[in-house]
């Protein structure tokens, strides 16, 4: 027997795990998962240490189950993020420093090497492994590589050159997330903050204004016809500039998003707001209106200056009520022009008057625009004068219009803000030409994704619709950029091939990623990867057979079985994989099923390591040691619900870890006694070990390690207390042990190889053969009677509690047969309320009047209270509960430290002696 020390544990797990968990092909049933890799530019915190324990969970499990298992692991390097942080090291940024020396613990030397990006990467990604390796991932390291690798460069000159021959890649002109500081276009992960913000297409609707056009932007341009006033900040200044040639009147910022949208802009000069103010504009569709003062105009939305439309938004309802309740402006009011079933003439003041908002403050005013909006929308149709079309067309008809007759330009806009880069630098839409495009918009494409995904296993299944509706609204996708790290476009070598684009099928890498390593990554042709990854033979590949162990071990673990990643990757790279493995792989080798994550929680606020707010995962194995934080982050929340790290509950975990580890070791002593007790432990445990399987196979981690631990410890602490007086239990315990041990492996494996060890246990736990339900072992009697007794005595327990007071003496009473015969009606009734019918239908009973009404109202009741289950098992048992009462007589004397009497409550005089009901006897204590 070894004493509990987690150190020594780890050191010694470590050591034997060394190669243990590579795997090669093998006559075993294969199970491969994996997991997004990380981009390593940063220290690992407890949230990344989740995402990557909860997939070993599952691993270390299916191994156990006699599965071939795979779970790999690489660094995705890609990218600019690093070029932004080496940039900022390099100019000595303090935020920067403060973050890679002080939280990340970098030492001095090693930043000092950070002005080179791939030093960054380089770093953190052996960081990264060295800690996994400590929490103790069962990862085959012999297929690690990195995106920058040659080899994976030509893997994914491979598949580039497949999705540019069936055209799913094209050049063109598209708005995208642009950072002006690093030159580039910027994806979901080079953001700090904004990456939610979707880029809006509005219509600028242009205003006359003595030689110039006031634009305004809009997303409704029909409602041009109900245009009161234009809405202009008088605190802001605005300039006068020369666009394409014609002077525009918009906010400072406005002019510098409009140079970024194919427009040549010049400045002229400064206009102050508040000069525009009861100036007046016009527009041939809607005539001459002045323009208001109002303080909720935005300078930095679009172009600064806004349309009024006071009928139908309610924003500007309130806004010109506001006026008017200072008594200006009265002779403005609002110029309906769109009928919608619901709503009065002015849908907006219905609107703002049902809800009784006081003023544009109100939280609820955004809730109210949308719902005026979307009914407008769906139902709303424009007056005869203005055409007579359904909102929902009018939309666009009249948009064209503007664009072919009126002036109307486009102008792209974030809809939040504020959209911030990794570099620091502010985001703007821009107009990318000669930018290669990913046409995730392809209808044909879309359909047959979303064909497969309806063959996937998605957990939890609630997801399906999310990746619907990502399927559905994906656009095409930006995915080369000009500075960063990575692999050039094949056809087009100026660009580089974006993050979100190069991780899509590298699934597919892993499985040959420790062999291809062997070849001169010159001699790596499409040619080759067509032949592992298609099977397609060519003239270009005379010696095809070199490739033939590459090919059959892609063949063996493809298509991967299980991808692990979190939901806010739904949106893009959950889903991204997806087309590219429908566009490049044939049907038998698409992806099986996913498991989606929840996010993770640091005392209760969102982990964020630009915020700071984060605690690092070697810290947390070094102070509480890895077993501790594997259980805690497996025990906190199922896989797919949010958790939340918090230090002192993580605490108490390690104190259930070495409860857990005396109880086996204690159990090492035990005699050979076999009681009926033995036998219930034994008979209790075949139901955990059922259910902790199930749970494991459906991913509920959570709910396998409250059966694997809690409910096994709980039954323990009953065994020991029935076992009061020897101090020893049976050998029932160490065959508990041996299972419990088992059980407990994937989550707490470095404890678990120790007691594997100390038990004699046959090579490693690790893959020990996972305990399975031994049908003989399994008794229903003797569990529903220490059920029974168990509830006894905590019945027992909460009366002493109660009346406070000493007892010389206990009498249980046990309820006579007719009772049994009304619980029996009572739980086998359809609709319990109604069973009084049933029972009184029975002569005998009926006779017994009002004791039988009452008794029946009380076994419903019970009914109720008692876990379905349970009552089955009573049905289905009959307990003698006289005899098992005699039979434990000793030990509730011992228990209570008073005589026990067991009587029939029918023979007993005794007042409470009637409350007695089956399964719940009447205890009277005097
Ligand atoms: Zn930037």
Same mark, same amino acid.
């Given at each position: ?72 692991? +690489? ?17 000595? &940024? ?19 090497? @950070? ?14 492994? *060295? ?17 920058? =690798? ?29 950072? !002006? ?39 409704? !341009? ?24 014609? !002077? ?31 100036? #007046?504009?016009?527009?041939?569709? #809607? ?10 105009? &935005?300078?930095?939305?679009? %172009? ?75 139902? /709303? ?14 939309? &666009? ?23 911030? #880069? ?18 995730? %918009?392809?209808?044909?494409?879309? +359909? ?5 995904? /309806? ?13 619907? *509706? ?31 684009? =190069? ?25 080759? @990867? ?23 071990? @892609? ?9 692990? %990643? ?41 982990? $964020? ?5 984060? @605690? ?78 199930? %749970? ?38 160490? =065959?508990?042990? $041996? ?40 008794? !229903? ?146």
């Amino acid at each position: 027997m070894s004493a509990f020390d987690m150190r020594q544990m780890e050191e010694s797990a470590l050591s034997a795990w060394e190669h243990a968990f590579e795997s090669d092909p093998s006559d075993k049933e294969k199970f491969y998962l994996t997991v997004a890799y990380p981009y390593p530019s940063g220290a690992m915190h407890v949230g990344h240490g989740r995402t990557y324990i909860v997939p070993d969970v599952i691993a270390r499990f299916w191994r156990m189950r006699g599965r071939e298992v795979l779970y790999p692991m +690489a660094f995705h390097v890609t990218g600019a993020p690093v070029v932004g942080i080496s940039k900022r090291i390099a100019k000595k &940024d303090p935020k920067a420093i403060s973050l890679y020396r002080d939280l990340y613990k970098v030492p001095e030397d090693v930043l000092a090497q @950070f002005v080179e990006p791939l030093a960054i990467v380089q770093h953190f990604s052996q960081e990264y492994q *060295r800690v996994m390796r400590e929490c103790g991932l069962s990862i085959d390291w012999r297929r690690r590589f990195t995106t920058v =690798d040659p080899t994976y460069s030509k893997f994914i000159e491979w598949q580039w050159k497949h999705l540019h021959e069936k055209d799913h890649v094209l050049k063109g002109a598209h708005p995208v997330r642009y950072c !002006p500081q690093c030159e580039n276009p910027v994806g979901d992960h080079d953001l700090l903050e904004g990456d939610k913000a979707e880029i809006i297409k509005f219509v600028l609707i242009m205003f006359r204004y003595g030689d110039a056009f006031i634009p305004t932007a809009t997303l409704r !341009p029909e409602t041009i016809y109900g245009v009161t006033n234009l809405w202009v900040n008088p605190d802001v200044t605005y300039v006068k500039a020369m666009v394409d040639g014609t !002077p525009w009147v918009v906010s400072i910022e406005a002019a510098e998003k409009l140079g970024l949208q194919d427009h040549s802009v010049e400045v002229v000069e400064k206009i102050p707001g508040s000069t525009l103010v009861n100036k #007046c504009v016009s527009h041939p569709l #809607c005539g001459e209106v002045p323009i208001l003062p109002a303080s909720f105009v &935005d300078p930095d939305m679009a %172009s600064g200056m806004v349309m009024s439309v006071p009928a139908h938004a309610p924003f500007d309802y309130i806004a010109l009520r506001d006026l008017h309740e200072k008594g200006e402006y009265t002779h403005i009011t609002p110029v309906p022009l769109i009928k919608v079933p619901g709503y009065g003439t002015v849908p907006a003041k219905d609107a703002v008057e049902r809800a009784g908002i006081r003023n544009q403050q109100d939280t609820r005013m955004d809730a109210l625009t949308q719902e005026v909006y979307s009914a407008e929308f769906s139902h /709303g149709k424009l007056f005869e004068q203005y055409g007579g079309e359904p909102v929902r067309q009018a939309r &666009d008809t009249v948009g064209e219009l503007m664009i072919e007759r009126y002036d109307s330009k486009v102008m792209y806009e974030f809809d939040s803000s504020p959209v911030i #880069c990794r570099c620091g630098g502010r985001v703007y839409v821009k107009i990318l030409h000669d930018q290669w495009f990913l046409q995730y %918009s392809d209808p044909e494409w879309k +359909a047959q994704v979303a064909a497969h995904l /309806g063959d996937m296993e998605l957990v939890p299944p609630e997801v399906r619709a999310e990746f619907e *509706r990502t399927i559905d609204w994906l656009k095409d996708w930006a995915c080369t950029r000009k500075v960063g790290l990575g692999t050039r476009l094949p056809w087009d070598p100026a660009w580089l091939i974006e993050p979100l684009s =190069d991780s899509t099928i590298y699934m597919a890498y892993y499985t040959i990623a420790h062999r291809i390593r062997e070849f001169d990554p010159q001699t790596l042709t499409p040619e080759v @990867f067509d032949y592992i990854f298609l099977g397609k033979e060519s003239p270009g590949l005379p010696d095809r057979e070199r490739f033939d162990t590459l090919r059959s071990e @892609f063949l063996f673990w493809y298509p991967y079985d299980f991808r692990f %990643s979190a939901k806010d990757l739904i949106s893009n790279h959950l889903t991204f994989q997806l087309f590219h493995h429908v566009a490049i792989f044939p049907r038998e080798c698409l992806p099986r099923g996913m498991v989606v994550f929840g996010m993770g929680l640091l005392n209760g606020a969102k982990m $964020s390591s630009s915020k700071g707010n984060v @605690f690092l995962l070697e810290d947390a194995v070094q102070e509480f040691g890895a077993d501790t934080v594997r259980m805690f982050l497996i025990g906190s929340a199922e896989p797919w619900q949010d958790f939340d790290w918090r230090n002192e509950l993580v605490s108490s975990t390690r104190k259930q870890i070495e409860r857990f580890f005396t109880t086996v070791s204690e159990s090492m002593a035990q005699g050979n006694r076999e009681s009926e007790l033995d036998r219930w432990l034994l008979s209790r445990l075949q139901a955990h070990i059922g259910r902790t399987t199930e %749970s494991l196979e459906r991913f509920q981690t959570r709910q396998a390690l409250q059966e694997a631990f809690f409910a096994i410890e709980y039954d323990l602490k009953w065994y020991r207390r029935r076992l009061r007086d020897t101090i020893s239990g049976g050998n029932a315990l160490r =065959d508990l042990c $041996s299972v419990w041990v088992r059980l407990l492996a994937p989550v707490i494996p470095f404890t678990c190889e120790q007691l594997w060890n100390d038990l004699g246990g046959e090579g490693l736990v690790s893959f020990a053969p996972w305990p399975t339900q031994d049908e003989n072992s399994i008794a !229903p009697d003797l569990e529903l009677a220490e059920e029974l007794l168990l509830r006894t005595v905590e019945d027992i327990e909460s009366i002493k509690k109660i009346i406070q007071m000493e007892t010389a003496s206990i009498t249980i009473y046990v309820a006579p047969d007719w009772k049994r015969k009304i619980f029996r009606l009572v739980a086998g009734s359809e609709d319990r309320n109604l069973a009084i019918k049933e029972v009184m239908k029975d002569q005998e009973l009926k006779s017994r009047g009002k004791e039988t009404a009452d008794t029946t109202r009380a076994c419903v009741t019970l009914v109720h209270r008692l876990p379905p289950q349970l009552v089955e098992r009573i049905l289905a048992g009959a307990p003698d509960e006289i005899a098992i009462f005699k039979g434990a007589q000793k030990f509730l004397e011992d228990e209570f430290g008073v005589p026990v009497m067991i009587a029939l409550a029918e023979e007993s005089g005794h007042a409470k002696a009637a409350s007695a009901l089956p399964f719940k006897p009447a205890i009277v204590m005097e």
